[in-house]
């Protein structure tokens, strides 16, 4: 088993950065695939950005991509999700997950495709 727990959210305004981290304990949490989502209110929750195990392989949605960085630390379990240029359209409860796939060079993309959650962290941008 493997809990996620998220940190770092926050009110901010437009142009901010904000930097996420999501902290993993459990068995074997260092090698799985890890990937940020968001859902905004009346939203469907989306893919934001995800990261195979080793962090060689990354992905982000078009959206985000030039402003936000996804990057882990395997020896803290750990992995972060730096906001830049923050826009009010980033309010969303973002959550961090994880896929029990040990290893896997993968970047996956479906919330269908993530075994643990977190519970959320809010972020909330002014105009």
């Known amino acids: 088993q493997v809990q996620l727990v998220e940190s770092g959210g926050g009110l901010v305004q437009a142009g901010d950065s904000l930097r996420l981290s999501c902290a993993a304990s459990?068995?074997?949490?260092?090698?799985?695939?890890m990937g940020w989502f968001r859902q905004a209110p009346g939203k469907e929750r989306e893919f934001v950005a995800g990261i195979s195990y080793t962090g060689r392989y990354i992905q982000y949605v078009d959206s985000v991509k030039g402003r936000f960085t996804i990057s882990r630390d395997n020896a803290k379990m750990t992995t972060y999700l730096q906001m830049n240029s923050l826009k009010p359209e980033d309010t969303a409860v973002y959550y961090c997950?994880?896929?029990?796939?040990?290893?896997?060079?993968?970047?996956?993309?479906?919330?269908?495709?993530?075994?643990?959650w977190g519970q959320g962290t809010q972020v909330t941008v002014s105009s």
């Open positions: 997950a994880a896929k029990d796939s040990p290893y896997s060079i993968r970047v996956l993309r479906g919330d269908n495709e993530y075994d643990y």
């Open positions: 459990g068995r074997t949490a260092s090698i799985y695939p």
